[in-house]
């Protein structure tokens, strides 16, 4: 069965850090470039991250957030620091390839 699973999310507090963890199986991870979305509540699904020969950052997050991807563990990550409460959102990782492919999402809410 392919799959893409996201985990990490939770409650933080501003300024706090989590790394979100997007792990694909039942199908060829290394044909896949892996891109983070987000849905903040009441608004459309952004994307955050992708990563072709480098990883690209929406402006809103550049500079705080960082991605990478672990080919041999089928395993993408997103480092989200300083995080701010427009930061709170339903997040996904998405697989670009020969299909398009995407996670079940994982909530994070910024807030005091």
């Known amino acids: 069965q392919v799959k893409l699973v996201e985990s990490g999310g939770g409650l933080v507090e501003p300024w706090g850090s989590l790394t979100l963890s997007c792990v694909g199986s039942?199908?060829?991870?290394?044909?896949?470039a892996i891109w983070w979305y987000r849905q903040p509540p009441g608004k459309e699904r952004e994307w955050v991250a992708?990563?072709?020969?480098?990883?690209v950052y929406h402006d809103s997050v550049n500079g705080r957030f960082t991605m990478s991807r672990d080919d041999a563990m089928a395993t993408a990550y997103l480092k989200m620091t300083n995080l701010k409460p427009e930061d709170t959102a339903i997040y996904y990782c998405?697989?670009?390839?020969?299909?398009?492919?995407w996670g079940q999402g994982t909530q994070v809410t910024v807030s005091s």
């Open positions: 992708y990563m072709g020969s480098m990883p």
């Open positions: 039942g199908f060829t991870w290394s044909n896949y």
């Open positions: 998405s697989g670009r390839g020969p299909s398009t492919l």
